[in-house]
């Protein structure tokens, strides 16, 4: 049997890719499967992560739902009090009022008072003068006598 070139290129080729597809098949497959096992730890790390991702949104989630609650409940708690402020304001505004009407009242019935009892002590001091008068007028000295006994006896009757 009678080789040409070819066939000896080819079985040297051959020959030559077995051994080293031997040697570096191993060290090919070894990287392939480190490789292989490098991307399947992303994977299992990136879907870890996605799931730790995924608690951390229902987490925000519930506390945006837990802060919304709690908002209204606050809102609800100053509408509450702001209405309490303003029926007290309005309570006090009216017992405000209540009590300086009554003061209004005292001051108008003090004045009044005043005025009466002044215009009395005008008209006690007219009285007075006009009795004056008339007596100065009509009473002469006999009949003044007769007033002065009289009243004399009369203080005497009493005591």
Do not use: C, H, P, Y
Not at 87 to 109: F, M, V
């Amino acid at each position: 049997m009678s080789f040409d070139e070819n066939a000896w290129v080819a079985i040297g080729f051959v020959l030559f890719f077995a051994l080293v597809w031997r040697r570096a098949g191993s060290a090919i497959g070894g990287m392939l499967d480190a490789r292989s096992k490098a991307i399947s730890d992303e994977l299992a790390q990136a879907k870890a992560l996605r799931e730790e991702a995924a608690a951390q949104l229902e987490t925000f989630k519930a506390q945006q739902a837990q802060a919304a609650k709690d908002a209204k409940t606050m809102l609800a708690n100053a509408e509450a009090a702001a209405e309490r402020i303003r029926e007290d304001a309005a309570a006090k505004a009216e017992d405000n009022i209540k009590r300086r009407e009554a003061q209004a009242a005292a001051k108008i019935e003090a004045a009044e008072a005043a005025v009466v009892s002044e215009l009395r002590a005008k008209a006690a001091t007219i009285a007075t003068m006009a009795a004056r008068e008339i007596i100065t007028e009509k009473l002469d000295a006999d009949a003044s006598m007769a007033l002065v006994e009289a009243s004399i006896d009369q203080m005497s009757q009493q005591s």
